[in-house]
């Protein structure tokens, strides 16, 4: 069922779990997680950065694929499709394109223009039924050619973006994209809470969701994180198992170079890696 991230992320506040954003890369992404959410009855948010959209075909291309899919494979739990770290002018295209979700990163711009181009995006998506997710202090590491210095937010600022009527609210935390280096501090608890006794019941984006130790996930969504981004962490296990495939010269036995056969063990791996997300972000059984 396809549905934008509004109602989802709402009751995970409620529950106290956290909605599970994957990004998604191509056809046994999607489908990989797609199958998994159903499996495990948990509502899912397909992230799609805009490099993933232009490698994927377009936008159009994805919502008719994530469409069909939904439709084929008889997926009833809810599902948003998420413009990740959108800019400005991809966070309109994605909305013309039947996107049913949007980030608009204007983390980069003064925090002035931050908030006139955030409110321009919530004018239209209001409009079209269309969550947004604004940000707030950039996330740091590099995704697709968007980069951020691990800022820490500032809540005041926070909570200025979080009454323009956005839907959920990204804010670093000392989160970074990517794997986390040796010497990282761990995530900025105070600051969560600060901006969390501001912002009320606000949804709250964990970018950069691999790698971080469950106690300090379970900590954020105790403290008002409902949805948490996950993308290196699929690529990672996708890689691995891709690779042990064939290293174990798999691809010249039989029919081995089936593209089907050779993308199976990668597609089970995203597979086990959302599914243990599910289980540690507590979203299994509430779609
Ligand atoms: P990771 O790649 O670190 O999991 O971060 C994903 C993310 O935050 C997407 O916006």
Known sequence: M???????????????????HFNINNLE????VLLTAQENKSPVILGVSEGAGKYMGGYRAIVGMVKGMIE???????????????????????????????????????I????????????????????????????????DGVHGAG????????????NLGVQMLAAGIGNIHGK?????????????????????????????????????????ISLGVAKINVNTECQ??????????????????GKGYDPRKVLAPGFEAIKKTVKDKMEIFGSINKA
Request: proline letters at 3%; glycine letters at 10%; a negative charge.
């Open 236 to 253: 990672l296990a996708f890689a691995e198992a891709t690779r042990k495939y064939f290293e174990a010269g798999k691809d010249l036995e």
């Open 151 to 162: 800022e820490i937010a500032d809540p005041q600022e926070c909570n200025m973006i979080a």
């Open 72 to 110: 084929d494979l008889g997926i009833d739990i809810p599902v948003s499709i998420h413009l990740d770290h959108g800019s400005y002018e991809g966070a309109k295209k994605a909305m013309e394109a039947g996107f049913t979700s949007v980030m608009f990163d204007g983390s980069k711009y003064a």
């Open 112 to 143: 002035d223009e931050n908030i006139e181009k955030t409110k321009e995006i919530i004018a239209i998506a209001k409009n079209m039924g269309i969550s947004v997710e604004a940000e707030v202090g950039a996330i740091g590491g590099e995704e």
């Open 29 to 32: 992404w999607t489908k990989a």
């Open 2 to 20: 396809l549905v934008n991230s509004t109602q989802m992320l709402m009751d995970a506040v409620k529950g106290k779990y956290a909605v599970g």
């Open 180 to 220: 986390y280096p040796a010497n990282w501090k761990g995530l900025s608890f105070d600051v969560l809470e600060k901006i969390k006794n501001l912002t009320g019941d606000m949804p709250l984006v964990l970018h950069g969701g691999t790698g971080i130790p469950v106690d300090m996930i379970e900590r954020a």
